[in-house]
């Protein structure tokens, strides 16, 4: 019989991928091989790594961009007072 087509089975052995895998007995890679200390100092390379790669912004984009953040809070602020002036005097002359 011909086999389908996206079958998993390998054509030598006839058994599915996931099966030759498990009965390699593989534990992980790397992972699998380390203890638990082994495993921290990968984690903080990988995080090394990481930072690496990051586009930092410049001192110059670092100023606009907290000056922004500051200048939209103090707006914020703003609403939220006069919102609650707003209320506050509302409930005072409804309930008296």
Do not use: C
């Not at 996931?18 to 699998?32: C, F, L, P, S, Y």
């Not at 082994?38 to 903080?44: C, D, E, I, P, S």
């Amino acid at each position: 019989m011909t086999e389908a087509l996206g079958s998993t089975a390998t054509p030598e052995s006839g058994r599915p991928e996931d099966e030759v895998a498990t009965k390699k007995g593989r534990r992980g890679g790397k992972r699998g091989k380390k203890g638990p200390l082994g495993r921290l100092a990968l984690f903080y390379r990988q995080i090394v790594a990481e930072l690496r790669k990051v586009v930092w912004p410049t001192r110059n984009q670092l100023s606009t961009y907290t000056t922004v953040v500051i200048v939209f809070v103090i707006i914020m602020i703003g609403i939220v007072t006069v919102i609650d002036y707003g209320f506050n005097h509302a409930i005072k002359y409804v309930f008296g």
